[in-house]
């Protein structure tokens, strides 16, 4: 049996659909996977959903997906086996209901990339298996036994930033506002930048990753450079727990340093790093320890297509906690 | 770095590792490049010293379970990005060596324990890691189901334990 890599070929798509690659989206069932943190900055899940409803696609929730789990495996909570047949179970949920599923957390992308890589691992796929068969033992749908390893998944992974790249001219015709040329500072995290999955060939594995800032300068703003771009933001898993001091401190770092070229925001395709980074309790105490009161604004992308779409403020950015500045860089982009 | 003698080296740590983990076979591999440390962001503000584990690792050296050193890594992966071998996971094996830790009882020492009980609370109870998740909730079904993939996990233990201490506090309260 061939466990296979589940990610999307976006080369492929490119290579068929050259003119809109959104063609190929057209007739696929879409799914949201719903990341927990999500929670606290709704404007992430809707301002995907809003906008591929706009674009006419098929979009839907699983409610059977639970928590993707990569925090308790990272955490030592949970077993490799355990963390496997947790991600199984989400995928079979997933493939019962969609072709394509958009992740708008690194963490959870990283998560269900890994789950899968793990078994490759003999014992630790014999060992799901056995976690998995002792569910449901007499629960048989479409002649699987609920729930199995499948190997022959129908369902593709693809994260948001991927996507939106991907369709770029038609989220670009689809905005009311544009960037009003704001300096931008561009985070990608750590389970963006550094997937494994790009070590498969030299030229990916060499290649700066540039999405961001493209979408950026065709939204009309100006990316600028700065020396920890592609740091941290300094939640590694339990490091705000166990060593706060150390944690916040790659935190203080990364904002510092977009502050100190004068970036007007951070901009990112991850909640985990929003939430590290616009956090206001650690703001707070990154201004106790490190003396210095930082208030650079952070936003998720999603959320920022959602205002450039000339979305309601409560349906991107109101609801969630802000960090200082949010509501002027809000009134800069929505100024008629 | 460490000094070692001849007579130092014992692959006996090593063979265990690589029982429990077998992808910890590939640390062999490591050339002591040090590119993993200059890219480290642990290393920017702590001890961390990711070749130094690695070596004490290959060296039959135990002491890195108790080294508070394992407990600063962000599980970043930049250290696999940039790795000129192809197949050495550090970041698995660092999991690795904090599990041994926590079962010989040396473990970290942790700020707030309480967040680790919450979300493993919120976990089991409700599938999530927030205290409600962004529209509709998970089914009682599913929430079972990750109940028993969890028996025997770190997890249910620490969901347990608080239960019993929240019970010997109220019995305290009561008396």
Same mark, same amino acid.
């Given at each position: 049996m061939t466990i296979s890599n589940l990610s999307l070929d976006l080369d492929e798509i490119e290579r068929i659909y050259p003119e809109s690659p959104l063609d190929f989206f057209r007739d696929k069932k879409l799914c949201l996977f719903k990341a927990c943190l999500e929670k606290y900055f709704p404007g992430v899940r809707w301002g995907i959903?809003?906008?591929?409803?706009?674009?006419?696609?098929?979009? $839907?929730?699983?409610v059977n997906q639970s928590c993707c789990s990569g925090t308790f495996f990272q955490r030592n909570l949970i077993t490799r086996a355990q963390f496997a047949a947790?991600?199984?179970r989400n995928i079979y949920e997933l493939d019962q209901q969609a072709d394509i599923v958009?992740? $708008?957390?690194?963490g959870c992308y990283n998560s269900l990339m890994r789950g899968r890589e793990f078994l490759k691992n003999q014992d630790v796929k014999r060992k799901t298996e056995e976690i998995l068969n002792s569910l449901k033992k007499d629960l048989v749908i479409d002649n699987l036994k609920k729930y199995e390893i499948l190997e022959n998944?129908?369902?593709?992974?693809?994260?948001?930033l991927d996507f939106l790249y991907l369709i770029r001219n038609d989220v670009f015709n689809s905005l009311k506002f544009d960037l009003k040329d704001l300096k931008v500072a561009i985070h990608y995290g750590c389970h963006y930048l550094n997937l494994s999955r790009d070590k498969r060939t030299a030229d990916a594995y060499l290649r700066d990753k540039t999405k961001l800032?493209?979408?950026?300068t065709l939204f009309g703003g100006t990316p600028v450079d700065y020396q920890e771009r592609e740091a941290c933001c300094g939640w590694g898993a339990s490091q705000l727990l166990i060593n706060p001091k150390e944690a916040l401190k790659i935190t203080f770092n990364k904002l510092k340093s977009a502050e100190s070229v004068g970036a007007d925001f951070i901009l990112m395709p991850c909640p985990t790093c929003l939430y590290t980074l616009s956090k206001p309790e650690y703001r707070d105490k990154m201004n106790k320890w490190f003396g210095e009161k930082l208030d650079i604004p952070t936003i998720h992308l999603n959320e920022l297509i959602a205002i450039l779409r000339g979305c309601e403020e409560e349906r991107c950015i109101t609801l969630r906690r802000k960090t200082p500045r949010l509501d002027e860089i809000f009134e800069i982009i929505t100024r008629e | 770095m460490e000094e070692y003698s001849d007579s130092e080296w014992n692959w006996d740590f090593y063979k265990e590792l690589v029982d429990d983990v077998e992808e910890n076979k590939n640390i062999i591999q490591c050339i002591s490049c040090g590119k993993c440390v200059g890219d480290c962001p642990a290393t920017k503000v702590s001890n961390f010293n990711i070749r130094k584990i690695i070596q004490k690792v290959l060296r039959g050296d135990k002491s890195v379970l108790k080294d508070s050193d394992i407990w600063y890594c962000y599980l970043c992966e930049r250290c696999k990005r940039v790795c000129p071998k192809d197949n050495i996971n550090i970041p698995l094996l660092i999991i690795n060596l904090r599990n041994e830790s926590f079962k010989k009882g040396y473990g970290p020492r942790y700020n707030d324990l309480r967040k680790y009980v919450e979300m493993s609370e919120r976990f089991l109870i409700k599938g999530v890691v927030v205290e409600e998740q962004l529209g509709e909730p998970?089914?009682?079904?599913?929430?079972?189901?990750?109940?028993e993939i969890c028996n025997f996990a770190r997890i249910k233990y620490v969901f347990k334990a608080s239960k019993t201490n929240k019970n010997k506090k109220k019995k305290l309260k009561k008396s």
């Open positions: 959903q809003d906008l591929l409803e706009e674009l006419g696609l098929d979009v $839907s929730m699983c947790i991600n199984e958009l992740f $708008s957390c690194n998944l129908k369902i593709r992974f693809l994260h948001d800032d493209e979408l950026v | 998970l089914p009682q079904e599913r929430i079972d189901e990750l109940n």
